[in-house]
């Protein structure tokens, strides 16, 4: 459990550091405003086209009686909807890595040289920079995307359905989001996703304290956009504490620097 608290006081630290930069919260803003415009406009379009879309996927249901044809009709545009929002609060934060890259790389080196030692620097062009996060954020979205046709098969089910699968969409949710953002530090550091996958396993529970209550806070209109450049921070001061060598005994063999980036793995 307290692996719990550390994780969301790293979410509580990194929005700390980009208040007391402000230079840097407002540089780390732009690429999040260009990419909630786009989600604002196709999470209205689902808005208005989530019954229409139900309703052709459903021909099977048109001489349903009432009250049967509206609740079923009324509950999949509901499951419909809340899948988008799933989907939004997850991708959102890989669109705008992918859009904002030279931004939050830039961001999370300040982050690495106001803390002291080493400042890792990935030594590729911003290309090939772009295409590893892209390829990455798909693999992840592939992932997530099963996790969600799963939910959404489980939301069926009485009470389980609208209690406990809501509570797992929502560690996936914290999960994958800490994923996409200390990526832009561990990128940086070598690790591939196979690798940062594993790390994050490792501190299960860390992960989910940064990750759970930033993926809740997502849903909120408008706060996500203001609430990246900290959570690049966070991630940045997590990434840090990820790769650091172990201190609990002080006989301990130090730990492995992460091998070089290999294009290849994976």
């Not at 999040?32 to 689902?46: D, E, F, N, S």
């Not at 890259?101 to 911003?126: A, N």
């Amino acid at each position: 459990m307290r692996d719990l608290g550390a994780g969301f006081s790293y979410l509580i630290k990194g929005q700390r550091w980009v208040a007391q930069h402000g230079r840097w919260f407002g540089f780390g803003l732009i690429p999040g405003l260009i990419t909630l415009v786009v989600y604002a406009g196709a999470l209205t379009g689902l808005g208005y086209g989530a019954d229409d879309l139900v309703t052709w996927a459903t021909p099977f249901a048109d001489d349903w009686s009432s009250p049967w044809l509206g609740l079923l009709r009324g509950t999949l545009t509901v499951l419909v909807f809340a899948l988008g929002l799933f989907l939004a609060v997850i991708t959102f934060t890989a669109v705008t890595l992918l859009v904002g890259q030279p931004f939050y790389e830039s961001l999370s080196e300040q982050v690495d040289r106001s803390e002291g030692g080493d400042v890792p620097e990935s030594g590729l062009p911003l290309w090939r920079e772009l295409w590893i996060s892209a390829r990455d954020s798909l693999r992840i979205l592939v992932r997530v995307t099963l996790y969600a046709i799963l939910l959404f098969a489980l939301g069926f089910i009485p009470v389980v359905g609208q209690t406990v699968v809501p509570a797992i969409g929502f560690c996936i949710t914290g999960y994958f989001l800490a994923e996409e953002l200390t990526a832009v530090a561990l990128q940086r550091r070598g690790l591939v996703l196979a690798d940062r996958l594993a790390l994050l396993r490792g501190r299960r529970m860390l992960t989910l304290g940064f990750g759970v209550p930033l993926g809740l806070a997502f849903l909120v209109p408008f706060v996500a956009v203001f609430l990246m450049p900290g959570a690049v921070a966070g991630a940045t001061l997590l990434a840090r504490d990820l790769v650091a060598p172990s201190t609990d005994d002080e006989d301990a063999a130090p730990s492995p620097s992460p091998a070089p980036y290999s294009f290849d793995k994976h």
